[in-house]
């Protein structure tokens, strides 16, 4: 297919291809569920949260509506709400943001390293305060953070360390798995993540049983027992139908994770040749899994055009920091502005990265790039 400049188009994500390519496995999941009448969760939503702990190296994964949801109930269990202070990336979807203040705690935020785009752990000191009680270290875009150095600077302040996992399952850090490194992690399976689910669904994943047990319990309105209700819980469940697609695509997440890697190196190969633009870094002892391939630009814009031209889609994550967002325009700052994410918001493109990509649409992306940059 051509774009109406006559250049083959270069989609950033055809979700459809996933199904496509597995759609008698996906039918024959969806077959099973009609036929055996329960839907919210039961023995396949069972049966995945022992896989996908299995697959974490962790002990538990308790699945919840969302990953914001998963977020959330980790804070709630963990007793953390008025009064309290979150030290979070600057740089993030808002999302993670909103866990924190759904609970009444404060998000503090915590400026990232330009080289990873994670949070940065030489600024975790300067945002600490009296009332801080946890951090969330995002894995974004599929990169581990530096979980050797939050998880020393949160001992030594007393500190719970939480994951944001939603857009790195399957990577690892110093030959672990994310959601096994620290308190507790939040997934999403956000339809566009590397395990997604054909809606919205998301979990827990952690080595603490009776962290486990605090969200079973609250994601199913308070209740370990029907009628039993032993806390003010939630409605945050995981339905059988998205829980029994999940397990399909679990069983080649590895491969398709393999797929994006291979395309980041062929990106990074191509792209290293030019001096005017900003490729991701990748720390050693890292292992992305690459939900996004994001370089930087300082005509970020007049890029995105130049490429749009040649058929190919490309997105911002994330054209707007949480701080400077409508939603929390009445948040003071500690310190004042937080420049780094300003300038990331400013020069970040997404290009196309997804396992149905072909060697050469990435190379045709990268000589489009080239074409611009030099």
């Known amino acids: 297919m051509l774009s109406d400049s006559g250049h083959s ?186 395990l997604g689910a054909f809606g919205d669904g998301g979990a827990v994943v952690t080595n603490d049983v009776s962290l486990a047990e605090r969200i079973r319990a609250l994601r199913n309105y308070g209740s370990s027992s029907k009628y039993f209700n032993e806390v003010r819980g939630y409605n945050s469940r995981l339905d059988s139908l998205q829980a029994a697609f999940l397990r399909v695509r679990l069983q080649h997440l590895d491969d398709w994770n393999l797929r994006r890697q291979t395309f980041a190196q062929l990106y990074l190969k191509e792209l290293c040749r030019t001096q005017n633009c900003v490729l991701p870094a990748v720390p050693a002892g890292v292992e992305p899994v690459w939900h996004q391939f994001v370089i930087r630009h300082r005509e970020r814009n007049r890029l995105r055009d130049h490429l749009t031209n040649r058929g190919i889609g490309t997105e911002i994550h994330y054209p707007i920091p949480p701080h400077l967002s409508e939603a929390y325009s009445d948040h003071a700052f500690r310190g004042g502005g937080l420049k780094k994410a300003e300038e990331l918001a400013n020069t970040i493109l997404s290009l196309p990265m997804n396992p149905h990509l072909q060697p050469d649409q990435v190379q045709h992306v990268s000589q489009a790039v080239m074409e611009f940059v030099d």
């Open 9 to 194: 188009k270069t989609p950033f994500l055809d979700l459809k291809l996933a199904y496509q390519e597995l759609k008698a496995e996906f039918d024959s999941a969806y077959g099973r569920v009609m036929q055996s009448g329960r839907y919210i969760l039961g023995e396949e939503v069972e049966a995945f949260e022992a896989e996908f702990a299995a697959y974490c190296e962790a002990k538990c994964c308790v699945s919840v509506g969302n990953g914001l949801e998963a977020l959330y109930l980790i804070l709630k269990a963990f007793g953390i709400g008025v009064g309290d202070h979150v030290l979070v990336p600057a740089n993030t979807y808002i999302a993670t943001w909103l866990a924190v203040s759904h609970t009444g705690a404060k998000p503090v935020p915590v400026e990232p390293c330009l080289a990873t785009y994670n949070i940065d752990a030489n600024s975790l000191e300067g945002a600490l305060t009296p009332q801080t009680r946890a951090i969330i270290a995002v894995h974004l875009y599929g990169q581990p953070a530096d979980m050797d150095r939050n998880l020393q600077f949160a001992r030594h302040h007393g500190l719970r360390v939480i994951e944001d996992a939603c857009q790195a399952h399957g990577a690892r850090f110093r030959g672990t798995r994310v959601g096994s490194l620290s308190d507790a992690a939040g997934f999403s399976f956000y339809p566009t993540k590397n």
